[in-house]
């Protein structure tokens, strides 16, 4: 035994969890990138000519007279592909994803508190990847495999959302909860951003045939990420082998669950009864509804009202979500430190970052509806409120964190399963709107809406939240300790382990 530990400490050094931290990023990364590279292969798999024919009109001219230039080129035109899928066909193949998706968020996360995080979000990410592979095979032997193929990937990526927030409750320790959170979930921006642009030009290169290659590489991407996972990461930071004993005490005395205490069942009716945990969902699910109309529905406004030529769209389309990763850090670093320094309490942070993200999003949205056809002033309003919703990451998007790390998966999974139902919802809602009906009065409509549904989940936020951890969260203490171990069995975020326990 002495000479494992001595073993042991041979490879011992310091900042684990940034590892663990660095390698949750790029997981997201990956997440984000195979879930969207189908969005971006699509416009190349279909041919358009045979589906649309030469004279389809999908733009307005209202605001032609001040539209940008039109510096398209004959290497923008989309060459035409190899199906001729009729565009409510292509709907349902870009909706079967979801489909799947939202089906095992909760089991996932339940699945993820009980045996680890580890191998349900690792190898959740590595079926999605070795799915991807299937892809162009099922694509080119009928529309129906792919749309199974795409559905059973949603299925294998629905439970990593859910199992990598059980990680980061059990990683994290909480004068540095935000800014590490923020590191790790900035893999969606980051991915999403990265990932449109690479199946682009992997669509439009020789390799593998053309678009292939966006499920191929991305694919392979996928496969590789796993091994670094599966060496690098573990379930909790009591059992790495590399972690210091200094760091593994900081990690634990600056939480809010005990490590080694089993879970007992999961109270059902405490959570369904619990008005923070309600503010949450309603809360994620109104800024979700506008996550999915910026990322899906934005680049059609910019192309068909203000008629952005491609290059600028894919630009203006997704710096912003750079932006907001910027913005993001920033806020939960100062979050932390303002929290760490005893400034404000928890409380007040996450309600106030909370409150900018959704009323700083809900002011740009109207500031939109009254711009019209002014491309510089569009431009700013989008930019400004896709950064300032980074102001979320130092608020609601730690609040299943303070109010029950224990059961923080099985929370994630309920709300992503709600929220994430907006993934076709929204699109539906802008189609239903938009539908040979492209005008500015009714996107006023759809950003109006999404105002409003900010304005009232930031409310409701402010009002019912809390980052008090939530008694029905706390195990029931199963050994003997006096009333001193008490304050540490309900997490005190500034406590310390008496090593004497």
Not at 260 to 273: G, T
Not at 399 to 417: A, K, R, V
Request: proline residues 5%.
């Amino acid at each position: 035994m002495e000479g494992k530990t001595e073993q042991k400490k041979m490879f011992e050094f310091p900042g684990v969890r940034y590892i663990f931290a660095a390698n949750g990023f790029l997981g997201l990364c990956v997440t984000l990138a195979l879930r969207v590279n189908i969005n971006v292969a699509i416009v190349a798999m279909v041919n358009g000519t045979a589906v649309y024919g030469h004279h389809n009109k999908t733009t307005s001219e209202e605001c032609a007279a001040g539209s940008v230039p039109n510096n398209s080129s004959a290497q923008d035109t989309p060459q035409d592909g190899e199906f001729a899928w009729s565009p409510q066909l292509q709907g349902v193949v870009l909706g079967s994803f979801y489909y799947g998706y939202v089906i095992t968020q909760i089991p996932g996360g339940r699945l993820a508190e009980l045996v680890g995080g580890k191998w349900v979000f690792g190898l959740g990410n590595l079926a999605t990847a070795l799915l991807s592979l299937l892809v162009p095979t099922a694509a080119r032997t009928h529309v129906g495999w792919l749309i199974a193929v795409l559905a059973v990937e949603g299925l294998a990526q629905g439970v990593t959302v859910p199992a990598l927030n059980v990680l980061l409750g059990r990683w994290l320790p909480d004068s540095e909860k935000a800014v590490l959170n923020t590191a790790v979930v900035i893999g969606v921006n980051v991915g999403t951003v990265s990932a449109m642009p690479l199946a682009g030009f992997l669509c439009r290169s020789q390799l593998f045939g053309g678009w292939p290659a966006a499920f191929y590489v991305i694919g392979m991407f996928g496969c590789a990420w796993f091994v670094l996972w599966i060496f690098l990461v573990t379930d909790t930071p009591a059992t790495h082998p590399f972690i210091t004993k200094k760091e593994l005490e900081y990690i634990t005395a600056d939480q809010r669950r005990d490590q080694d205490k089993k879970l007992p069942p999961i109270p059902w009716l405490k959570i369904a009864k619990s008005v923070p945990f309600w503010s949450v969902i309603i809360t994620r699910v109104c800024q979700d509804w506008s996550f999915y109309i910026m990322v899906n529905d934005l680049p059609t406004f910019f192309a068909t009202i203000l008629h952005f030529e491609i290059q600028k769209n894919s630009f203006l389309s997704s710096v912003p979500h750079l932006m907001q990763t910027v913005v993001g850090l920033s806020v939960a670093f100062f979050a932390d430190l303002v929290i760490r320094k005893k400034m404000a309490p928890t409380n007040f942070v996450r309600k106030f970052c909370n409150s900018v993200s959704g009323f700083g999003s809900a002011l740009g949205l109207l500031g939109v509806c009254f711009a019209g056809c002014d491309v510089t002033l569009n431009v700013i309003l989008f930019m400004y409120l896709i950064s300032v919703a980074g102001f979320c990451f130092g608020g609601h998007a730690l609040s299943l964190l303070d109010i029950s790390p224990e059961y923080s998966g099985t929370l994630m999974g309920i709300c992503n399963t709600l929220s994430n139902i907006n993934g076709f919802l929204a699109p539906l809602f802008v189609g239903a709107l938009t539908d040979k009906q492209q005008t500015l009065h009714q996107w006023r409509i759809v950003f109006g809406t999404t105002a409003a549904l900010l304005t009232l989940a930031t409310v409701i936020f402010a009002v019912f939240s809390t980052a008090e951890k939530q008694e029905w969260a706390t195990p029931p203490t199963v050994t003997e300790c006096d009333s001193g171990d008490k304050s540490r069995l309900i997490g005190d975020s500034y406590g310390s382990i008496n090593k004497e326990l």
